[in-house]
């Protein structure tokens, strides 16, 4: 059973809706990631927060807003995405240890977004 | 900026036979290595590190990855595969840079066939 856990785990919305997704780690890490993995392409590092500050964003566009309440809580939310946002979106935490964070990272089970 | 390539996008095997999936990286300035595993419809899992001291690490489920410094690799071994261990298989290097992130490779498929 994973630590870090991730809802929805499928999601569907049209290229207008918005939408929010979720991910709680139970594991006491100061640190949380969010991925995009699509086929055939690496992992997409798309935002790291650390203790609840964001402390990196890949040019993501601003469609995808995320929010870090506390350490616990990460979330990504979605407005107007086009099709190409299609992917498997990972979370992730780990506890980073001044600035460097060579800690391993827990993964979630992911939430399979499909745009219409 | 750091890169991971690994060499083989699909390695299809036969149960019981050995197995070697490869993981070049780009930077030898001091790094730390891992190897995450993902099953199917699940996120990644760690597998196996390398962040100090002896340069041959394994796993609980008997794999193996050694550090190879001057040839910039961290190859991952089974002697003996299962059906069970068909997943794909992600190397991933950090690399001791203030501000710096995980570094993953672009993943190799493990079929292991009955």
């Known amino acids: 059973e994973t630590g870090v856990t991730q809802t929805p785990r499928h999601l569907v919305m049209g290229m207008t809706n918005k939408k929010s997704l979720k991910c709680e780690q139970h594991l006491g890490h100061n640190a949380m990631y969010w991925y995009k993995q699509s086929a055939k392409k690496p992992l997409e590092l798309m935002f790291v927060y650390s203790l609840e500050e964001r402390v990196e964003n890949n040019s993501v566009p601003s469609r995808f807003s995320p929010e870090c309440p506390n350490s616990s809580h990460l979330f990504l939310h979605l407005h107007t995405l086009q099709p190409e946002d299609s992917a498997l979106y990972l979370c992730?935490?780990?506890?980073?240890?001044?600035?460097?964070?060579?800690?391993?990272?827990?993964f979630g089970d992911g939430t399979r977004l499909s745009i219409l | 900026a750091q890169s991971v390539t690994q060499l083989d996008s699909q390695v299809p095997v036969f149960e019981e036979a050995p197995v070697e999936l490869r993981c070049n990286y780009s930077s030898s300035v001091s790094v730390y290595l891992f190897w995450y595993v993902q099953y199917p419809n699940q996120g990644l899992q760690l597998l196996l590190k390398y962040l100090s001291g002896s340069t041959l690490v394994e796993s609980i489920n008997g794999f193996e990855a050694e550090f190879n410094k001057s040839q910039t690799s961290f190859h991952l071994r089974k002697p003996s595969v299962h059906i069970s261990d068909t997943a794909e298989y992600f190397c991933a290097v950090y690399q001791e840079t203030s501000g710096s992130r995980l570094t993953f490779g672009e993943g190799t498929q493990l079929t292991v066939n009955p």
């Open positions: 992730a935490s780990s506890q980073e240890r001044g600035a460097y964070s060579n800690q391993p990272q827990h």
